[in-house]
């Protein structure tokens, strides 16, 4: 599976972006599809997963209420909407597909996409 994400940018505290991971190759099904950031200077954290088949959301604290991910079996696409958004949430955003939702909360994703960047001024 080869993920293409897309949708970063750079937007004013409050505002809103909308992030999408599209899979070539075949269907995300029956992977867990989700979210993980990296900020400068540390560590990659976790942010929102979902089931592919179920489509069951899980959040990070630090995003629940303000961040929603959803899928598109129609368009093979996992999006991430983020409303909201405080300096804090800039980072790299990575979408990554793997065998559950555990593996992608602990970063150990099967296949990555190639990161898009968001930041967020005050």
């Known amino acids: 599976v080869q993920l293409q994400a897309s949708g970063g940018g750079l937007v004013q505290a409050g505002g809103s972006l909308r992030l999408s991971c599209v899979a070539s190759g075949r269907t995300f099904s029956p992977y867990a599809v989700g979210w993980l950031r990296q900020a400068p200077g540390k560590g990659r954290e976790f942010v929102a997963v979902i089931t592919w088949n179920g489509g069951v959301p899980y959040y990070a604290d630090s995003v629940k209420g303000r961040f929603t991910i959803s899928r598109d079996k129609a368009k093979n696409t996992v999006n991430l909407q983020m409303n909201f958004l405080k300096p804090e949430d800039t980072a790299v955003y990575y979408c990554?597909?793997?065998?559950?939702?555990?593996?992608?909360?602990?970063?150990?994703?099967?296949?990555w996409g190639q990161g898009t960047q968001v930041t967020v001024s005050s």
């Open positions: 990554a597909a793997g065998s559950g939702t555990e593996a992608i909360r602990n970063g150990n994703g099967q296949y």
